[in-house]
């Protein structure tokens, strides 16, 4: 079975500084993606990044970027130079390869990017 | 990425009603997934829906209170049936297209009274 562990429930950063959320990961299948979303109070699920199992880099997305650690099973989001707009629940998870397959969601953590 | 139209965007029910939610996607996906997600908590997976076949409910799901349908590979609903005060919740469909990640409806919002 497939877990996702967020430790920290809130997080706060002062704006222009980077944040990062952790995420680490339980998974005996060898193929498997990571994926991190945003939630705002308006309750949509926002993409942000990808991070495939068996990619050689880590993943980027603008000031997303993904510190990925397989050996440790980790998966932690960074996010750069914060906004006020970044104030957001995220939520890390986790599936097997393949467009079909469910995801695994951790509890969140809710930041807040203070002025 | 595939886009999500999701309606209603919000509903206030009737205990002992039903609600019927609606997901269109504007491109084809194979499957999509049907969250809900209570006040304060991560997203609870509640049933994976497949075109033409019926859908498969998680522990704790089951089909006569959480009707799915799937005609077609662009558009699914679910219904939740005999409301209580417990189904208030945000509930969310899924799909994915291509290597991106999940997209997602926009969300409705439900409160039984």
């Given amino acids: 079975a497939q877990k996702i562990t967020q430790t920290q429930p809130g997080m706060f950063v002062q704006e222009k500084e980077a944040v990062t959320l952790d995420c680490t990961y339980d998974t005996s299948d060898p193929s498997y993606g990571l994926f991190w979303y945003k939630q705002p109070s308006s309750g949509e699920m926002i993409f942000l990044i990808y991070q495939g199992s068996y990619d050689q880099q880590n993943a980027t997305e603008g000031r997303y970027s993904l510190n990925f650690q397989k050996a440790r099973k980790s998966a932690n989001l960074v996010i750069s130079a914060s906004q006020l707009g970044d104030s957001a629940m995220y939520f890390c998870a986790i599936g097997n390869a393949g467009n079909n397959r469910k995801l695994i969601w951790g509890l969140g953590t809710s930041l807040a990017v203070n002025p | ?113």
């Fill in chain 2, 1 to 113: 990425s595939a886009v999500i139209s999701q309606k209603p965007s919000r509903d206030i029910c009737q205990r002992g009603t039903s609600l019927t939610i609606q997901c269109q996607v504007d491109s084809q996906v194979t499957m999509m997934f049907w969250y809900r997600q209570q006040p304060g908590q991560s997203l609870t997976l509640i049933a994976t829906a497949n075109q033409g076949s019926e859908a498969t409910y998680e522990s704790g799901f089951v089909i006569d209170k959480f009707p799915i349908s799937r005609p077609n590979l662009t558009f699914s609903t679910l219904t939740v049936s005999n409301m209580s005060p417990e189904d208030s919740s945000i509930y969310l469909c899924s799909g994915r297209q291509g290597t991106e990640g999940y997209t997602f409806g926009s969300g409705t919002r439900l409160t039984v009274v």
